[in-house]
Nanobody, 118 residues
Framework: EQLVVSGGGLVPSGGSLRLSCTNSGPISSINYMGWHRQAPGKQRDIIATISNTGNTNYDDSVKGRFAISKDNAKNTVYLLMNDLKPEDTAIYSC?????????????WGPGTQVTVSS
Protein backbone atom coordinates (compact mmCIF):
# COMPACT_ATOMS: atom_id res chain seq x y z
CA GLU A 1 0.00 0.00 0.00
CA GLN A 2 1.21 3.46 -0.85
CA LEU A 3 0.66 6.90 0.60
CA VAL A 4 0.08 9.84 -1.73
CA VAL A 5 0.42 13.35 -0.32
CA SER A 6 -0.91 16.55 -1.81
CA GLY A 7 -1.71 20.12 -0.85
CA GLY A 8 1.58 21.81 -0.14
CA GLY A 9 2.56 25.19 -1.48
CA LEU A 10 3.46 28.78 -0.71
CA VAL A 11 1.25 30.73 1.66
CA PRO A 12 1.63 34.07 3.45
CA SER A 13 2.02 34.25 7.20
CA GLY A 14 -1.38 33.87 8.86
CA GLY A 15 -2.75 31.87 5.96
CA SER A 16 -4.10 28.34 5.78
CA LEU A 17 -3.41 25.16 3.87
CA ARG A 18 -4.91 21.69 3.89
CA LEU A 19 -2.74 18.67 3.23
CA SER A 20 -4.18 15.34 2.14
CA CYS A 21 -2.68 11.89 2.51
CA THR A 22 -4.43 9.09 0.66
CA ASN A 23 -3.64 5.45 1.30
CA SER A 24 -4.05 3.00 -1.56
CA GLY A 25 -5.90 0.64 0.78
CA PRO A 26 -8.36 0.95 3.65
CA ILE A 27 -7.28 3.05 6.62
CA SER A 28 -9.99 2.09 9.08
CA SER A 29 -7.87 -0.67 10.60
CA ILE A 30 -4.58 1.23 10.66
CA ASN A 31 -3.67 1.84 14.30
CA TYR A 32 -2.37 5.36 13.76
CA MET A 33 -1.87 7.79 10.95
CA GLY A 34 -0.16 11.09 11.24
CA TRP A 35 1.97 13.87 9.91
CA HIS A 36 5.52 14.84 10.52
CA ARG A 37 7.65 17.63 9.20
CA GLN A 38 11.28 18.42 8.71
CA ALA A 39 12.62 21.92 8.42
CA PRO A 40 16.03 22.61 6.87
CA GLY A 41 18.78 21.65 9.26
CA LYS A 42 16.39 20.25 11.84
CA GLN A 43 15.23 16.82 12.84
CA ARG A 44 11.96 15.34 11.66
CA ASP A 45 9.19 15.79 14.22
CA ILE A 46 5.80 14.15 14.46
CA ILE A 47 3.28 16.96 14.74
CA ALA A 48 -0.12 15.27 14.65
CA THR A 49 -1.54 11.76 14.92
CA ILE A 50 -4.98 10.22 14.72
CA SER A 51 -5.86 6.75 15.92
CA ASN A 52 -8.20 4.26 14.31
CA THR A 53 -10.78 5.33 16.90
CA GLY A 54 -10.36 8.99 16.07
CA ASN A 55 -8.25 10.10 19.03
CA THR A 56 -5.90 12.92 18.10
CA ASN A 57 -2.65 14.23 19.48
CA TYR A 58 -0.61 17.27 18.58
CA ASP A 59 2.83 18.61 19.16
CA ASP A 60 2.78 21.77 21.26
CA SER A 61 4.16 23.76 18.33
CA VAL A 62 0.95 23.28 16.33
CA LYS A 63 -1.66 22.74 19.02
CA GLY A 64 -4.61 25.05 18.51
CA ARG A 65 -3.62 25.90 14.94
CA PHE A 66 -3.52 22.55 13.12
CA ALA A 67 -6.23 19.90 12.98
CA ILE A 68 -5.87 16.32 11.83
CA SER A 69 -8.88 14.41 10.59
CA LYS A 70 -9.66 11.40 8.46
CA ASP A 71 -12.25 10.11 6.07
CA ASN A 72 -12.28 6.32 6.14
CA ALA A 73 -14.51 6.15 3.07
CA LYS A 74 -11.87 8.03 1.07
CA ASN A 75 -8.90 6.33 2.76
CA THR A 76 -7.59 9.83 3.40
CA VAL A 77 -6.13 11.73 6.32
CA TYR A 78 -6.08 15.51 6.32
CA LEU A 79 -4.03 18.16 8.05
CA LEU A 80 -5.70 21.55 8.18
CA MET A 81 -3.13 24.18 9.01
CA ASN A 82 -4.35 27.58 10.16
CA ASP A 83 -2.50 30.70 11.26
CA LEU A 84 0.64 29.52 9.53
CA LYS A 85 3.93 31.05 10.62
CA PRO A 86 7.30 31.23 8.84
CA GLU A 87 8.64 28.66 11.31
CA ASP A 88 6.10 26.17 9.94
CA THR A 89 8.08 26.09 6.71
CA ALA A 90 9.15 22.48 6.19
CA ILE A 91 8.66 19.34 4.18
CA TYR A 92 5.53 17.63 5.44
CA SER A 93 4.95 13.91 5.13
CA CYS A 94 2.36 11.51 6.34
CA UNK A 95 2.89 8.11 7.87
CA UNK A 96 0.93 5.12 8.99
CA UNK A 97 1.76 3.02 12.03
CA UNK A 98 0.74 -0.57 12.41
CA UNK A 99 1.04 -2.29 15.76
CA UNK A 100 1.51 -6.03 15.45
CA UNK A 101 2.19 -8.22 18.45
CA UNK A 102 3.34 -5.18 20.37
CA UNK A 103 5.75 -4.04 17.68
CA UNK A 104 5.33 -0.76 15.82
CA UNK A 105 5.86 -0.56 12.07
CA UNK A 106 5.92 2.87 10.44
CA UNK A 107 5.47 3.49 6.73
CA TRP A 108 6.15 6.95 5.36
CA GLY A 109 4.82 8.64 2.30
CA PRO A 110 6.54 11.23 0.13
CA GLY A 111 6.87 14.78 1.34
CA THR A 112 5.30 17.99 0.21
CA GLN A 113 6.88 21.39 0.64
CA VAL A 114 5.07 23.99 2.70
CA THR A 115 6.58 27.46 2.60
CA VAL A 116 5.22 30.30 4.72
CA SER A 117 6.37 33.75 3.73
CA SER A 118 6.76 36.50 6.29
Amino acid sequence: EQLVVSGGGLVPSGGSLRLSCTNSGPISSINYMGWHRQAPGKQRDIIATISNTGNTNYDDSVKGRFAISKDNAKNTVYLLMNDLKPEDTAIYSCFKRLIVAGNEYDYWGPGTQVTVSS
